[in-house]
Structure formats: C-alpha cells, structure tokens
C-alpha cells in the first residue's frame, strides 16, 4: 500500500491537538510557518492557545527522537512526521496574486512542492474554506479535517415511530409498559406507538433500557413547570427527558423559536426550587470564543457578561413572572443571592468540579468536540448537564454543522444509557417568528 502525505494547516491543530496522530501509517507535514503560528497562539487562555501548548509540547518531545526535518521521525501509529521549510522558489509557483508572504499563501506553496515531491500523494488538509478553495485553484488536493465529523442528515433525532395493533396498544394502557423487544431502540428514545387498525388510536412513550420495555411518560406533568407546558410532542417528549433523574446528559437540538432553552430553564427551576433533587441551578453559555478576555469591557463581571447572558437572563425573568410584571427581577436577584441560581461563561470552567447541580449549557453548537468534554467532565456526583443548540447556527470558523461539539456528544452518547436526546422541529415562539424560519 502506497503511503501517502498529509500536509496540515495551523487550524486543524487548533481544533485537535492530536491530529498529528490521526492520519494512521501516513506521513504527515508540518509547514514551518504553521510552527511560527502555534507559537503566536500558545500564550492565549483559549482552548485554541492549550491545544497549540499541547501540540508544541508534542513536537518538542519528537524532536528528541531524532531530526523533524528531512526523514522526519517516526509516529507510535506507524506513521512519519516531517517539518518541512518553504524554499525561496516555491511562492513563485504561484500565481501573481498569491505570491504576497503570507502563511496561507506560504503553506499553498509547500502543498505544491510536496504534490511534485510525492507525485501527487500529498493532499493539503485545512478547515479554512477559502484556503481549500485557492487550493483547489492553482491544483493542489485539499481536504478537509473529517476526524470526529458527523453527518447531520443521519443525526438520530431522539424518536421513533412504531406501528402496532390495536391490541398491543391497549395492553400497553393496561399494563403501563410494552415489552420484549428484541432489536431494542437507542436508550431513552421517544416512541410514538400507532395502531395499524385504528388510525384514531395512539399512545407515546420512552425506552427504558433497564427493563428493556416502553413506559409511559410519567417524569414530567401534563401541565409542565413553572407555567410552561408543552404544546407539542417534541416538547412534551423534551420535559421528561429534562426531568427523569435517571437521565444524567440531555442534548436539545432545535432552531430558534422550539423552546429548546426555555424548557430546560423550567425544568431546572422545578428540578432545583420544588423538587430539591439538585443543589443549584448552573446556566451558562460560551463567550465566544471560549476563554476570550472580557477585561476590555467596563464594569464588573456581572456588567461585562450582560450582553452574552442576556437571553438567559429573559428566559428566567420570563418563568419568574408572578403575573404583575412587577416582582420579576426581585425574584431572580433572591435566587441568585441565595445561591439557588447562577448564570456564569464557560470560559474559567476547567479544573472545576461541580456536584449535585443542575447544569444547563445553551448555545452549545458553537464549542468543540474538545470543549464539549472538558464541560462534561467537570460533572460531579448527582449532576445533570443539559446541552441546547441549534447546528445551522454556529459564530465559531473552526468547526460547522458536522463538526461541532454538540452533534458530537449526540452521536457519542446515542447507545449510551447515562443520556437522552430529541430534536425539536416545530416552532414555537410566535407565527412571524416561524414564518422567518421559513421564508428568509
């Protein structure tokens, strides 16, 4: 089998600082000046400036394994690595426009010196767009980073369908389960049961994966909490799962206006005020990006954080409403003073440790897979952490629709019995609001 060449760009390892070790028994190519730029990013307090600290750390350690460049050195997964430098002819490969010494045009000009070196086995990978199309251009094969992609279109929606007879049904209403599966669903999934027969007869419930039977939705009421209750399917299927204390990670997909946040903000409130199962209601969404510096702004942390947890904080002034509008935000301030409520960045999370509480990360589909699990293994004991996002929403250049942290978690976690999952579809929040989401 031929070895083929895998030249990466400064963003793949910025997105995972173990890519080095993700292209098997291939060779992989380390442009100089991606080095340059790592070196630019390793004092940041961003999880972009840790992976760039931990690649660096990996390339110092290699080097004592003998000479990065010409050979290179070998890898523990069979593979080589090599640090290569732009020689003075290669940016006049170029066309005229692309002959200005900037990195990306540098790095366009190893690609084309590896392709003839390798006869055309070398491949650029890159997760910059614009980089992969000037590749494309002057006939270089580029491609993007795949390691940890998931498709979007076969994204486990988090329910099924079933159909049955009318008999089965009923003994389903009788006995309150339906059992003996033999090709059992994901854990937690959300069935709707129809009869074949009748198409009036209906019933809806959840996979249990202990007692491998359909219960009945029984974690959540029929007239939700804190004066939300669900007006569709989804929602109603999204509050049990927010609810069951069997249930330790939820993941919420949905686009503006489902009530993907909303719902898990008064799930929280009950879970933490009414039910005592949790210490503390944790909300918190990333300050994008995540670690970035707020000290430019002026106020204190509270003042200079309103702007990022703004929509939190109208969501939770919107369940606290007592039906005056006048008491609402003395409501909120006491929870927050008693320590009932805090709504916090991601951004100083790592090296905590949080037990006991209700935590909620709205926005998730700006963070990383890398990101993602740091904030899930901060979880400690008795801790629930919801995740909400919508995929075709997304502020961060280094990660899409498939590669973000939250359709990660949902494709990870879908056998596993710890999490649930649903995707809301149906708009919620008002008909102009739904009429936005389809016509613009």
């Not at 090599?82 to 692309?98: A, G, K, M, W, Y």
């Not at 590749?135 to 486990?156: I, M, R």
């Not at 005056?324 to 905590?352: A, C, F, W």
Request: net charge neutral.
């Amino acid at each position: 089998m031929t070895r083929k060449s895998y030249l990466l760009d400064t963003n793949v390892l910025l997105h995972d600082a173990n890519a080095l070790f993700s292209f098997e028994d291939n060779e992989v190519i380390l442009p100089l000046p991606v080095i340059e730029e790592l070196d630019r990013f390793k004092k940041d307090g961003s999880e972009n400036g840790r992976n760039a600290r931990q690649v660096s750390r990996e390339l110092d350690r290699l080097r004592q394994q003998g000479v990065l460049t010409n050979g290179g050195v070998p890898l523990a997964n069979g593979g080589r690595l090599r640090v290569v430098v732009t020689r003075n002819s290669c940016l006049d490969q170029l066309p005229q426009e692309l002959r200005t010494p900037c990195v990306d045009h540098q790095i366009l000009a190893l690609a084309l010196q590896e392709k003839q070196r390798c006869q055309g086995l070398a491949t650029l990978v890159t997760k910059d767009i614009n980089l992969r199309i000037k590749a494309h251009a002057v006939g270089v094969p580029v491609e993007d980073y795949e390691t940890g992609k998931v498709s979007l279109d076969n994204l486990f929606t988090g329910m099924l369908r079933y159909n049955l007879v009318s008999e089965q049904i009923d003994r389903f209403f009788q006995e309150q389960k339906l059992s003996h599966f033999e090709d059992p669903p994901p854990p937690h999934t959300c069935l709707v049961l129809n009869a074949l027969d009748n198409d009036r007869q209906r019933a809806i419930g959840r996979y249990d994966p202990k007692s491998n039977a359909v219960l009945p939705l029984q974690s959540a009421p029929q007239e939700g909490f804190w004066g939300i209750t669900p007006r569709n399917l989804e929602q109603k299927f999204a509050l049990e799962l927010l609810a069951h204390p069997g249930i330790h990670l939820v993941t919420l997909l949905g686009r503006a206006g489902t009530g993907k946040t909303l719902l898990a903000l008064a799930a929280g409130l009950q879970m933490v005020t009414e039910a005592n199962a949790y210490s503390r209601l944790l909300v918190s969404r990333p300050v994008f990006p995540m670690g970035r510096d707020l000290g430019f702004l002026p106020g204190d942390v509270e003042e200079k954080l309103a702007p990022w947890m703004q929509p939190i904080n109208d969501n939770l002034d919107l369940l606290l409403n007592d039906g005056s509008g006048k008491n609402k935000q003395r409501r909120h301030q006491e929870l927050k003073d008693l320590g009932i409520i805090s709504v916090e960045p991601l951004t100083y999370i790592r090296g905590r440790s949080i037990p006991r509480q209700y935590m909620i990360v709205d926005e998730a589909q700006n963070l990383t897979p890398h990101e993602v699990k740091t904030i899930i293994t901060r979880a400690g004991e008795g801790t629930k952490i919801v995740l909400t996002g919508d995929p075709e929403q997304i502020d961060n250049p280094y990660i899409d629709a498939s590669s973000n942290g939250l359709t990660y978690v949902v494709e990870r976690f879908r056998a596993n019995p710890l999490a649930g999952h649903i995707v809301l579809t149906r708009g919620e929040r008002s008909p102009l609001a739904n009429a936005a989401c389809e016509l613009l």
